[in-house]
């Protein structure tokens, strides 16, 4: 199995390793430091001799200074609202607000999953159900960071496949972050939210206003991290309202969803209640699970919520199956493989979830997901051959006379017996 390539998985594990990542002349600085002797486990006073004379640490640079925040009370944030566009957005757990931004009239669902980089098998497969005609105009389209970056392109229609494709095979990883703290994230973002701004169009915009007037629904989900709950934005409302206000915003939400905490600057957006006006903090939507189809309480298995679709399509991009790698004794590898492990568990919870809840509701369930034999090798984060590898398979399935499957993936046995290369096998994270 390839890796997998979560996106944080990527960058905050590589931000760990940061003196690897350093531009040249800092790398080259450090390179000519040398280090003070580590003292044994047991100090002699010739050894604590032997260190007061070394010299004295070079200084650490100070972490970068930024405003303080307008402060808010909890109150507060219950009211919140955007100016001017009341109907832009509702918390993922309120069944009710969730009921009334749904379409007038029930068709197919779609929900694209977290995954990073992977995020090309997605790309590749709507390609390839266009390619073939079997692709539907989805009544609802969800989705969960990269989920949500490809989101805008698929609801939109088959006219945006060429700019998807571009999206997903010809972009590095010079198109998505920078090295270097920002003061809330390891690494800036800044690359990321000039290419967005670039596909992010007044005309695709106009596009998607139209799709909602003709009453599709396309959601996009964050995590507002001072209410610690998920938030849905109704990507078509906030496009109906046109001007670069609602421009702004669908990008900035864009960029929110996709905002790994940590390794990636969070998302200020301002927002006004009780006569106030102040900034919620907006990160990553796969916090709170890797792709949304309702509220967590109506998925629940105790629920009697049939969901109003006629069927429900899931595109998970990412593997699922278990990666055998002996992991190095350092902090971002301890770290990869942890939240690597993480995720593919708390993906298949919520595969197994939704698989119910549509049984439940009478509709077909349909699910897509990176096959256990793919292993082309990456070189890194957002490696174009890869991704175009990727994207190719996943065009192909969508091409293929059973592009989902009708029920989850089955559980592994046994984790996959990795290649006997060894140039193989350390490519797998």
């Known amino acids: ?70 402060p808010f009370t909890a109150a507060d944030e219950i009211a919140a609202a955007i100016p001017g566009m009341p109907d832009a957005r509702f918390w993922a757990d309120s069944v009710a607000d969730f009921t009334a931004a749904l379409p007038p009239q029930p068709g197919p669902w779609l929900a694209l999953s977290s995954g990073g980089a992977d995020g090309a098998f ?105 209410a610690e709950r998920s938030m849905v934005w109704n990507m078509g409302a906030i496009a109906v309202h046109g001007g670069d206000a609602a421009l702004k915003l669908f990008r900035d939400v864009l960029l929110a969803s996709s905002a790994i905490p940590g390794g990636f600057p969070p998302v200020l957006i301002d927002v006004e209640a009780n006569g106030k006006t102040f900034q919620e903090m907006h990160v990553d939507g796969g916090v709170g699970g890797q792709f949304f189809v309702a509220p967590a309480a ?50 298949r919870l919520m595969i197994d979830r939704a698989y119910l809840a549509a049984k439940r509701s009478g509709i077909d369930f349909n699910i897509a997901s990176i096959p256990a034999s793919f292993n082309v090798p990456s070189r890194g984060p957002f490696d174009p051959d890869y991704m175009s590898a990727l994207f190719q398979l996943g065009e192909s399935q969508g091409k293929s006379a059973t592009p989902f499957a009708n029920e989850p993936p089955a559980y592994p046995g046994r984790p996959i017996v990795p290649p006997t290369d060894p140039a193989k096998t350390g490519a797998n994270r």
Do not use: C
């Open 1 to 70: 199995m390839a890796i997998m390539a979560r996106w944080y998985v990527y960058t905050v594990a590589a931000l760990l390793a940061a003196p690897l990542l350093l531009p040249a002349p800092f790398a080259a600085a450090q390179d000519r430091y040398t280090p003070p002797p580590k003292a044994p486990a047991h100090k002699t006073p010739a050894h604590k001799a032997a260190l007061a004379k070394t010299p004295a640490a070079q200084p650490q640079p100070q972490a970068k200074q930024l405003p303080p925040r307008i």
């Open 122 to 226: 997605g790309a590749g497969l709507l390609n390839g159900l266009s390619e073939s005609g079997k692709r539907p105009d989805y009544a609802v389209v969800t989705g969960v960071s990269t989920g949500a970056l490809m989101a805008p392109f698929v609801f939109a229609g088959p006219r945006y496949d060429d700019a998807l494709r571009a999206a997903y095979t010809k972009i590095t990883a010079a198109d998505v972050f920078e090295v270097g703290g920002t003061g809330e994230s390891f690494i800036d973002s800044w690359p990321l939210k000039d290419l967005i701004a670039k596909q992010i169009t007044p005309a695709l915009l106009a596009d998607i206003a139209a799709a909602h007037n003709n009453g599709r629904r396309l959601f996009i989900v964050t995590t507002d991290l001072d």
């Open 298 to 347: 109506v998925m629940a298995a105790t629920s009697d919520y049939r969901l109003p679709a006629t069927a429900l399509y899931v595109v998970i991009n990412t593997g699922l199956q278990p990666d055998f790698q002996i992991v190095t004794r350092s902090t971002p590898s301890i770290l990869t493989g942890t939240v690597g492990a993480a995720v593919k568990v708390d993906t």
